[in-house]
Each structure stands twice: as C-alpha cells, then as structure tokens.
C-alpha cells in the first residue's frame, strides 16, 4: 500500500520539489558568477601581462603582490571552479568526457603551472585566464539554468490543472473530500458544476460539458454523457456528474503529459550534442598537442624543462574555447523563451531544431486552429442593407 502511495504521489509537489532545485541551482550558478567576476578585477590589475600590455606595470608592483594574486586566484579556481569539477567527476564516472572535461583540463593546467611559477618556477603566470575562463563559462550555466526553470514553470502550470481533493462517494451514500493521492482506480466521485475534474475517468451518473480546451486544445465544451471518458484536470461544466476512476498517477492523461515535456528538458539538441563531441576531440587534441609540445621543445630542440612547459600549458589553456562555452546555453535560452511564451511544449529539442526546414503544416481539425473566444469573421449582405448598415445594427444591439 505504501508504494502504491508513492507512486501516487501529487503532481503540484512534485513539480514544487523540481522548481525548487532548479531555482537552487540558479540562484548557486548566479551567486558564484557575480563573486568570481568581482574577484577577477584585481586578479586583471595584479597579472603582469596585463600590466605590462597596459604599461602600467611601475605603477602596480608590490612587494608581495604575486602571492596576493596567487590568493585571488585560488579563490576563484576552487569557489568558482567547483561546479565544473564536480562535472568533470560526473563525466569520468560515466566515461563520458564532454565539456567539463575540457574547461576542467585547461583550468587546472592553468593554476597548477601558475602556482608554481608564483613559488619559484621559472615561467609566466596564467592566472588571468583561468578567471575569465571561469567566469564566461559560469555565466553560460548560469543562462542555461535559467532557461531550464522557465521551461519548468510550464510544468506548474500543467501541474495546477489538478484540483486538490475529491468529492468520494462513501459505500454507504455519503461523501468524503480526500486528497488526490488517496483515490484509486475503481473509485467512484462526485463533480459539481464549475469544479476541476480530479481524475481520467468514466461518467456513470449524470450529464454535463466539459472545458477540456487546456488538454486538447478543443475550444467548445465537450457534451459528457453516462459511458463517456473524462480527463482529469478538464473544467466541469453546468451539470453535477458522477464518475468512476480509470486511471490515477503516473497512468492519467495530465501525468504522461507532464512526463513528455521533461523528458524534452532533459534531452540534448543536436547543437548541444555537437558541442559536447566537440568539447571531447578539443580534450584529446588539447593533452595531445601539450605532450607533442612538451617533447619537441625539452627533448628534440633541448630547451629548458621550463621553457617547454610554458609552451605546453600555453597550448593546453588556449585550446579551451571559450564562446563554445557560452554560445550553446544561450541558444538553448532562447529557443526555450522563445517558445515558452508562444505557448509550445516541445517533446524532443532535436526535432525542434529541424522544424526550421518545415513548409507546410497540417492539422487533423479546425479545434486546433482557435484563439479560445468566438467571434465574427465575414459579413454577407443581402436585399436591401450592405456591410456597414448591418455592423451599426449588430453595434446598436449590443448596447
């Protein structure tokens, strides 16, 4: 009984639960962009390359300013960079190397070199870079995670159709308010005039028209009759209807819905799956070229160890691109916004991207095609008014 429960479980809270976390990841992605770009500004100030491309180098030397660098730094690689480690962990588990493989391999390059160049190795620093490659690359999650809770926004919606409790008919005649969860198949409910209908089910007492323009699309009240199916989460028209349960869970109408737009948020367009191949050949060719780099300028030209890996960790951190970064979440925002507000759910994002190729389309009813309200298209006139005679008339008669 208890997992029939659980998988009964309601779907306002479970789309609550999933807003939340989403909203979490959100608020943790902007939190740790905002704090990793102020701290970026002094870490600019204090690299030498960019003193010395400014020429304001005398200006800004310290003593002990590249150990206040080294701090800056280490705040933004382990604060900031978390998030992409924490990816990096995922994707090496799952034998998947994608993108956080790459920012994650160039970032920790990056600092590793850096840090030991700033405790006595001879070299440059690369600190900079790893700040703003930081920062670009939490600002794309953050655009992403934006654009996912939009979407999920959509669910609440869907999710809200479902009233709160049931009017139950009790074996002995009398009626129960249960909530959603506790109803099982076989049980039998009343409806009221105007109320949400709490359950997919069958009419076995009563007649009414339903409103299931919400679910189907269909913009006239649907007649309901003793035999006929009701969805759950349609509006109860002028009649009080009794109805059996057919369906609850995860096997109503609305909850298979439901289930069809997260499983469209949670798959990958072809533009993300492109990136993620390309962020994978980007990791290979990036150690690659670093050991090739390494080799050619410490063994075969005998250069310094230091001298070779300057150049082997300057190829490996040039290497991670940073629009790549960007680019996708911003494309994955906007087609999501997009269509949010032009009120399509979209069931596979690959699909979605070839629609841009589409020249017809065709649809099975007029129900399809409405705005929701009535109203007059044509006017015809016969005998002896014409058109703007008849429209005075219809004017007048409305006040």
């Given amino acids: ?56 180098e ?31 962990f995922n994707e090496m588990k799952s034998a998947n190397p994608g993108m ?12 590793l070199y850096s840090s030991a160049v700033v405790f006595g190795l001879d070299g440059k620093i690369f600190f900079w870079e790893l700040a703003t490659l930081i920062d670009i690359m939490l600002l794309g999650h953050w655009i992403e995670m934006k654009s996912i809770m939009g979407a ?16 139950k008919l009790m074996p ?6 249960i909530p959603l969860d506790e109803l099982r198949r076989g049980d039998r409910v009343i409806v009221k005039p105007g109320e949400k209908i709490p359950a997919d089910g069958e009419v076995v007492k009563g007649e009414t028209s339903v409103n299931e323009s919400m679910l189907t699309g269909e913009s006239k009240p649907v007649s309901k009759k003793v035999g006929d199916k009701v969805i759950g989460g349609s509006i109860n028209g002028e009649g009080s209807i009794t109805i059996e349960v057919k369906k609850t869970g995860k096997d109503s109408f609305l909850s298979q819905v439901i289930e069809l737009v997260k499983q469209a ?23 690659t070229s670093g050991a090739i780099t390494l080799f050619v300028w410490f ?11 300057e150049r082997t960790v300057t190829v490996m951190v040039i290497t991670c691109p940073h629009a790549l970064g960007l680019a996708v979440p911003l494309v994955v925002a906007v087609s999501t916004a997009i269509s949010a507000q032009k009120g399509l759910l979209i069931r596979n ?11 017809a389309i065709i649809f099975d009813k007029t129900g399809t095609l409405t705005e929701g309200k009535f109203g007059v298209t044509d006017v015809i006139s016969f005998n002896y008014f014409d058109k703007k005679e008849i429209l005075l008339c219809e004017s007048s008669a409305q006040y």
């Fill in 1 to 56: 009984m208890n997992d029939v429960k659980d998988r009964n479980v309601g779907h306002a809270e479970h789309m609550r639960k999933s807003h939340n976390h989403h909203a979490h990841m959100v608020a943790d992605y902007r939190k740790r962009f905002w704090v990793s770009l102020v701290i970026t500004i002094p870490i600019l100030i204090l690299s030498p390359l960019v003193q010395k491309t400014l020429g304001i």
């Fill in 58 to 88: 005398d200006l800004l030397e310290f003593r002990g300013d590249l150990y206040v660098l080294f701090v800056f730094s280490s705040v933004v690689f382990f604060y900031g960079g978390y998030p992409f480690f924490k990816g990096f």
């Fill in 100 to 111: 956080m493989t790459l920012i994650s391999v160039a970032i920790i390059t990056a600092y």
């Fill in 152 to 167: 999920s926004r959509a669910l609440e919606e869907l999710a809200r159709l479902m009233p709160s409790e049931a009017h």
């Fill in 172 to 177: 002995d005649g009398s009626i129960k308010d």
């Fill in 265 to 287: 948020q949670e798959s990958k367009s072809k533009t993300q799956d492109i990136a993620n191949r390309a962020a994978l050949w980007l990791t290979i060719i990036a150690l």
């Fill in 299 to 309: 063994a075969t030209l005998n250069k310094d160890f230091s001298f070779a890996l």
């Fill in 349 to 359: 994002r690959a699909a979605f991207e070839r629609a841009r190729n589409i020249q």
